[in-house]
């Protein structure tokens, strides 16, 4: 099946402009994570989403960034007022979380990553 | 602070031998550890983990190893291709997959397969 998808591949906005990026998981995966990648760095954990329980913003960078979930599926993050630290790359993952935690289910599946570039 | 650090950033080995990559954690409640692999303009995507419980995990050419007392682990790739050149992610979590706390990833190593 297909996997994780997202949208836009690329984006190149102007300092305080709104930038929206999407996300698509594999269908059937009830959690889905938001991670960013700044340049050298590691994969910085942003937010989490389980079916549709409210997530834990507190991994968010700043006031500007939001994310939401509808129906628990599609996923949208929300950069408001870009700044040029913002510029990153911005990964989506999920994974299929059955219950009782059964090992080797869990394994986050990432998708290519939206490449923001604030100039 | 760095609580999962990839001291080295890149790693070459010849076609053919053993490449060993580290990882070091600091944080104590990490029972979860995972290596991704990343190839350029895609995602990471998932090669082998390890729980706390155990010290090994093989799984083909690639076996990790848990040092707990330590807090370090170590990917093991023999005998090392050239298609294993890529970027290699280490990464913890309290709770198996993730969680409401995601992965903490390290930094990654370039490793770098010469023929």
């Known amino acids: 099946g297909a996997g994780v998808s997202q949208s836009p591949s690329n984006k190149v906005t102007e300092k305080g402009k709104d930038v929206e990026l999407r996300c698509d998981p594999i269908s059937g995966h009830t959690a889905l994570y938001w991670y960013r990648q700044s340049l050298g760095q590691g994969l910085e954990f942003l937010i989490y989403f389980q079916g549709n329980s409210a997530p834990d913003k507190s991994g968010l960078p700043s006031d500007r960034f939001s994310a939401e979930r509808t129906g628990g599926s599609v996923s949208t993050l929300t950069i408001q007022r870009t700044q040029q630290e913002d510029s990153a790359v911005y990964l989506c993952a999920s994974s299929l979380i059955l219950a009782g935690g059964i090992s080797g289910t869990d394994t986050q599946y990432f998708g290519p990553g939206t490449r923001l570039t604030v100039l | 602070d760095q609580q999962v650090k990839q001291n080295s950033p890149s790693l070459s080995v010849q076609e053919g031998r053993i490449s060993i990559l580290n990882c070091d954690y600091t944080n104590s409640m990490f029972d979860y550890f995972l290596w991704y692999k990343k190839y350029p303009a895609e995602g990471p995507t998932f090669l082998i983990s390890?729980?706390?419980?155990?010290d090994k995990n093989e799984d083909g050419r690639f076996t990790v190893f848990l040092n707990k007392s330590a807090k370090h682990l170590s990917l093991h790739i023999v005998p090392s291709q050239p298609g294993d050149s890529a970027v290699y992610f280490c990464?913890?979590?309290?709770?198996?997959?993730?969680?409401?706390?995601?992965?903490?990833f390290g930094k990654g190593t370039h490793l770098i397969i010469q023929p």
């Open positions: 390890i729980s706390s419980i155990k």
């Open positions: 990464a913890a979590s309290t709770q198996e997959g993730g969680g409401a706390d995601g992965l903490t």
